[in-house]
């Protein structure tokens, strides 16, 4: 018999979407009528739009043909690819060099814990997106889990929470290896300004750590005064990573494509290269992002698909906006929902569970429960602004009705 991973077994529950999902369907189970809408995953729902639709239609179309028949491509990602995401994203700030193109934001975190191993401490938001606990469990690099302050005793938890402004007093940690951070953030739709990211680099510096920035949501910042990236702040090509997506952006979660920026300037405690490291473990745990899907993301940059992502963006953020006046209607304290699709929401002094059984059982809407995210996320309740309009104005509807 083979020996079971024995990180595996440290894992706390099952990864909260799917468990989630579990849920819905024993509710279905119960009761196959029930018309029940998802403000659950972050998954988007309106269909690609017509420029990047065409693009990728052609792209397929090509590769029936000989002269545009490509088989496997760099591990890297297209180059032209790699130099638009350096221009319109980071309008230069990064070189095209610097940017690796690939299935997505969590399969490039899932990577990076490769590739720092299990020998490196971590800090990790509270609450924040599972992956990065989990995977960092799965890797080795947490130690044990204590059931007291559910915790893991290898991981720091950076509690952000209203009283902090969702962002963590870093004087009073100790210093870690490495740093997630996620701006704007899943799950609280805080977005970090200039002033916070500045310490944060600042910080990092200090303790030679490295931090991983998450911007998967950066294009639904809608407030010019905002970082859509860690590297707006000076400094900090020398102290982080960012990965980022065109999931939600547009509408990419099924299709895939994502990217993750290692900064020529960042280096190993010997001197090392990251980037050298990260394009080992690209080339090797890696075979490039679909060609097809390459040429979307191509189109999404150019001004026809810079437009049509605004309305994309513009679309959700309107169901955004929907959720939080009806929640504050009904007086709950929101958060989050102006610059980024997440709807973080108190249920003051209730365990998140069971708000989460109450909405689904009484409105037959599926949430998130703000604790799946961290013990800081116990007594909110996380809405996402992904679905169809008619859906968001039933749930709204319904938790009018039903909450009140
Ligand atoms: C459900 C902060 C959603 N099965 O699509 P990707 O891989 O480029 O990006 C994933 C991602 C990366 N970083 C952050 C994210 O919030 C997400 C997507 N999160 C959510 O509801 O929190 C989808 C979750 C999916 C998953 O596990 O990622």
């Known amino acids: 018999m083979v020996k079971r991973n024995p990180n595996m077994s440290k894992l706390q529950a099952g990864y909260l979407f799917p468990e989630i999902n579990r849920i819905k369907n024993a509710l279905l189970e119960k009761n196959p009528d029930a018309k029940v809408i998802s403000l659950g995953i972050g998954n988007t729902t309106e269909p690609l739009t017509p420029h990047i639709t065409e693009a990728l239609k052609n792209a397929a179309a090509g590769l029936g043909t000989s002269e545009g028949y490509s088989g496997y491509g760099a591990e890297q990602g297209m180059k032209e690819l790699r130099e638009k995401i350096a221009n319109v994203f980071y309008k230069g700030m990064v070189s095209g060099d610097e940017v690796f193109v690939s299935d997505g934001a969590k399969c490039d975190i899932g990577r990076l814990q490769v590739m720092f191993g299990s020998d490196v401490s971590v800090a990790i938001q509270d609450p924040s997106y599972p992956v990065y606990v989990d995977g960092s469990v799965i890797l080795g690099a947490t130690g044990n889990y204590n059931n007291e302050n559910k ?11 209203p009283e902090n402004n969702f962002f963590p007093d870093l ?15 899943n799950p609280t739709g805080a977005v970090a300004p200039k002033a916070q990211l500045k310490k944060l680099v600042e910080f990092a510096k200090k303790n030679n750590s490295i931090i991983i920035f998450d911007s998967a ?9 905002l970082p859509r990236s860690i590297f707006e702040i000076p400094g900090a090509k020398e102290a982080a990573i960012e990965v980022s997506s065109f999931s939600k952006p547009i509408g990419f979660t099924g299709v895939r494509l994502g990217w993750t920026v290692v900064p020529n300037e960042l280096k190993f405690e010997d001197g090392a290269l990251v980037r050298n490291d990260w394009n080992r473990i690209m080339t090797t745990l890696f075979n490039g992002a679909s060609n097809i899907v390459q040429k979307g993301g191509l189109a999404a940059l150019d001004d026809n698909g810079l437009k049509e992502m605004d309305s994309t963006i513009k679309f959700y953020m309107e169901n955004a906006s929907i959720i939080k006046e009806s929640l504050d209607s009904l007086g709950f304290k929101t958060y989050g929902g102006v610059n980024a699709p997440y709807i973080w929401t108190l249920f003051k002094g209730r365990d998140s569970w069971e708000v989460f059984t109450e909405i689904l059982e009484k409105c037959h809407v599926v949430t998130t429960p703000g604790e799946g995210f961290g013990p800081a996320g116990q007594g909110f309740i996380r809405f996402s602004a992904f679905g ?3 859906n968001v104005l039933e749930a709204v509807k319904r938790l009018k009705e039903k909450l009140a």
Do not use: A
């Open 151 to 161: 915790n893991f005793d290898n991981i720091v938890y950076m509690k952000c929470s």
């Open 171 to 185: 004087e009073s940690l100790p210093r870690t290896d490495l740093i997630y951070f996620c701006s704007p953030n």
């Open 217 to 225: 949501y950066s294009q639904y910042i809608k407030d010019p005064e």
């Open 388 to 390: 169809h309009r008619e």
